[in-house]
């Protein structure tokens, strides 16, 4: 053998203990999420731009542990204990606020950075949101809130309506804060509401046939199971020509005659950001918890024409989209 090729060899020999070095300190970190790869795919393309925004990018030098729940919540806290068994540096739960709170029932240690439509404090992920304290800080893009502007805005596009409703499921960690809300809203302009539960295909089927006869317009709030069902929820909307609106703009997208809400995926890369901003070194009780302060109104003006709905100027005027 040429002495050249042997000393290349023999470099090349040195070098695999040092790459393996540097992949074991790879940091680690979990995702966990309650729905599935098919659903959470957006989320996770916001999730890694945000880590590339600090400058951690998937495979050069970070590992991510995917942990999906398959809809199935009560599976949460068994991911949770995997990923610490894993001893990732950081659990991230974008829109999971469930999963949030089974991380930090299980870790005080571990960083956990989450986003969710509802208000941190009242959830109990955090005992402040400029300072958070603990392990736990994160974001919210405030669709808890927002049911009160929703409705609203479709009593603006149907003046003549007297019932709303608003379909939610009972796991949705907001559900007693958005049924008191759209209550309080709806008495206040004289008006009723129904609030309906569903979450598999069966009830959604179901709670379809009692919109039908018992509402005129409804609700969908930032609820991660039904939009997980959005097809089969703007299928039955378009058969029974049933207005309504939705948390964001992949509805309106879909076919739903209007949405409002904070622009799409923003929660999955904050905390993309803030996991890397925790890789880097800061702690989760130093960064206080983010909110949205910017929201987007969509109207689908071709899903109202086939829903035989005419939309007043003032309202398209008002809008930030309209989908021809």
């Known amino acids: ?78 991911l949770v204990a995997d990923l610490i068994r894993h001893k990732v540096a950081v659990i991230a739960a974008p829109l999971n606020a469930v999963g949030a709170l089974a991380a930090k029932a299980l870790t005080t240690t571990i960083p956990i950075v989450f986003s969710t439509s509802g208000d941190p404090v009242e959830l109990g992920l955090v005992a402040s949101l400029k300072r958070p304290d603990g392990n736990v800080t994160g974001f919210s893009d405030m669709g808890s809130e927002l049911v009160p502007k929703q409705l609203g805005l479709l009593h603006e596009l149907l003046p003549g309506a007297a019932r709303f409703g608003v379909l939610v499921t009972r796991a949705y960690a907001s559900v007693d804060r958005v049924t008191k809300d759209a209550q309080s809203v709806a008495a206040a302009v004289g008006r009723q509401v129904e609030i309906l539960f569903a979450s598999t295909d069966l009830d959604i089927d179901a709670a379809f046939a009692e919109l039908q006869k018992r509402v005129d317009a409804f609700v969908v709030p930032d609820d991660v199971v039904l939009a997980g069902r959005r097809t089969q929820i703007l299928t039955l909307a378009a058969r029974q020509a049933l207005p309504a609106i939705y948390a964001n703009r992949a509805w309106a997208d879909a076919g739903g005659l209007m949405s409002y809400g904070a622009p799409l995926n923003n929660g999955a890369r904050q905390v993309g950001i803030y996991t890397g901003r925790i890789l880097k070194g800061e702690k989760p009780s130093d960064l206080p918890v983010a909110r949205a302060t910017r929201f987007e109104f969509i109207i689908n003006l071709a899903t109202a024409r086939a829903i035989g709905i005419e939309v007043a100027p003032t309202l398209l005027a008002a809008a930030d989209e309209v989908i021809e």
């Open 1 to 78: 053998m040429r002495r050249r090729e042997c000393i290349t060899l023999l470099g090349g020999a040195a070098a695999w203990p040092v790459a393996a070095q540097a992949q074991q300190s790879m940091p680690v970190i979990g995702f966990l999420r309650a729905d599935t790869p098919a659903a959470g795919g957006s989320t996770v393309a916001a999730f890694r731009k945000g880590l590339s925004e600090t400058g951690f990018v998937e495979g050069r030098n970070l590992a991510i542990e995917f942990r999906w729940a398959q809809n199935d919540r009560d599976r949460l806290p068994e």
